[in-house]
C-alpha cells in the first residue's frame, strides 16, 4: 500500500514562538499528522528559535539586511521552503508583510493567526485596538492569507469575552490560549483535506 503523504508545514516566525510551540506539541502528540518541514525567523535571537533547537526542528534565520530589497528577500524566502518540500506556509507570528509574488508562489497554502475578530482589528496592535475600541468580545482568527493584509478567507475564530480590568496583557493572555487551541486545529482540518473554498467562504467538510 502507498504511504498516506504527510502534509509538510513552513512555519515562519518573528519572536516568542508560542503558536510555533501549538504546533509542534500537535505533532508530537499525534493530534495532527504533519511534520514541520522547516521553521523560518526574521529575527536572528527569536526565542522561537529556541524552541525548535530544543525539539528537533530545522531552523533557519533567513536575514532581510543579507539582502538588497524586500523582493529578493521574498524570492529567498519561496526557494527555501519549496527546497524544503512545504505544503504550507503558517505564519506563526512573523510580523513582515508579505509581497504579492510570495502570495502567488503559495496562493491558497499560507494561513496566518491573528488576535482578533476578524475583520475587525486587522494589522498591528490587534489586542490594544480591541480594549481602545471598547469591543466586549474578541478573539482571534485562522485565515486564509491573501493580498490584502488580514483580509483572506476565514477558518476558524474563537471568542473571549473583555473585562472592564483588562489591560493589553490580560486581554493578549486570553485571546493567545485561544491562538493555541485553534491554529493546531486549523492546520488539522487542511491536513485531512477537509477544507474547500466557495467565493470567499471556507466550507469545512465534517466526516
Ligand atoms: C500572536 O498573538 C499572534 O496572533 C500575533 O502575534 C503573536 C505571536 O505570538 N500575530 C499578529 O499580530 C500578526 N498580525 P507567538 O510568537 O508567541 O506565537
Known amino acids: 500500500m502507498a504511504e498516506e503523504k504527510i502534509l509538510r508545514l513552513g512555519v515562519l516566525v518573528s519572536g516568542r514562538g508560542s503558536n510555533l510551540q501549538a504546533i509542534i506539541d500537535s505533532v508530537e502528540s499525534g493530534g495532527l499528522r504533519a511534520k514541520i518541514a522547516v521553521a523560518v525567523s526574521n529575527k536572528a535571537g ?20 543579507a539582502y538588497p530589497d524586500k523582493g529578493r528577500y521574498d524570492r529567498a524566502l519561496i526557494d527555501l521552503l519549496n527546497a524544503k518540500s512545504a505544503d504550507l506556509v503558517c505564519l506563526a507570528g512573523y510580523m513582515r508583510v508579505l509581497g504579492k509574488e510570495f502570495i502567488q508562489a503559495f ?24 480594549l481602545e475600541h471598547g469591543v466586549r468580545i474578541s478573539g482571534c482568527t485562522v485565515h486564509f492569507v491573501e493580498e490584502e493584509v488580514d483580509g483572506g ?5 474563537s471568542a473571549v469575552p473583555v473585562y472592564p480590568a483588562d489591560d493589553v496583557e490580560t486581554l493578549s493572555q486570553r485571546i493567545l490560549e485561544q491562538e493555541h487551541r485553534v491554529y493546531p486545529e486549523a492546520i488539522r482540518l487542511i491536513a485531512e483535506d ?6 470567499r467562504k471556507v466550507i469545512i467538510r465534517n466526516d
Open 153 to 157: 478567507p476565514i477558518i476558524l475564530q
Open 107 to 130: 496562493r491558497g497554502r499560507v494561513v496566518n493567526i491573528h488576535p482578533s475578530l476578524l475583520p475587525a482589528f486587522p494589522g498591528l496592535d490587534a489586542q490594544r485596538q480591541a
Open 46 to 65: 527569536a526565542p522561537a528559535l529556541e524552541r525548535c533547537r530544543k525539539h528537533g526542528v530545522e531552523s533557519v534565520f533567513l536575514d532581510p539586511k
Open 194 to 199: 477537509r477544507l474547500t473554498l466557495s467565493g
